[in-house]
Nanobody, 123 residues
Framework: QIQLVESGGGLVQAGGSLRLSCVTNTRPFSSYAMGWFRQAPGKKREFVAAISLSGSSTYYADSVKGRFAISRDDAKNSVYLQMNSLKPEDTAVYYC????????????????WGQGTRVTVSS
């Protein structure tokens, strides 16, 4: 059974930083592009960032560009989201997702999802 497990969420003040981690048992991990999505209270889930299978390409939502950074460590079957300069509007549940042999920002293309980790940014 494919599992993705996120961690690293929590409560942080505006301007602060958090690093989210996602570990997965997908095999081989290098066959999956990885993405982060988020869902704020009362809103639809939205794309945040994605990283290609090789890790050589990344893509970000305009709302997080320059503040967030996605990375992957294939040796650890893990993907990360470094979040800096956090704003109250970043408050959401953040989901990690795996996309087999495809790289994009359409959540419908992603094959596997984690259970989410909550991030709360106070003003």
């Amino acid at each position: 059974q494919i599992q993705l497990v996120e961690s690293g969420g929590g409560l942080v003040q505006a301007g602060g930083s958090l690093r989210l981690s996602c570990v997965t048992n997908t095999r081989p991990f290098s066959s999956y592009a990885m993405g982060w999505f988020r869902q704020a209270p009362g809103k639809k889930r939205e794309f945040v960032a994605a990283i290609s299978l090789s890790g050589s390409s990344t893509y970000y939502a305009d709302s997080v560009k320059g503040r967030f950074a996605i990375s992957r460590d294939d040796a650890k079957n893990s993907v990360y989201l470094q979040m800096n300069s956090l704003k109250p509007e970043d408050t959401a549940v953040y989901y990690c997702a795996a996309d087999y042999l495809h790289y994009g920002l359409d959540e419908a293309q992603y094959d596997y999802w984690g259970q989410g980790t909550r991030v709360t940014v106070s003003s």
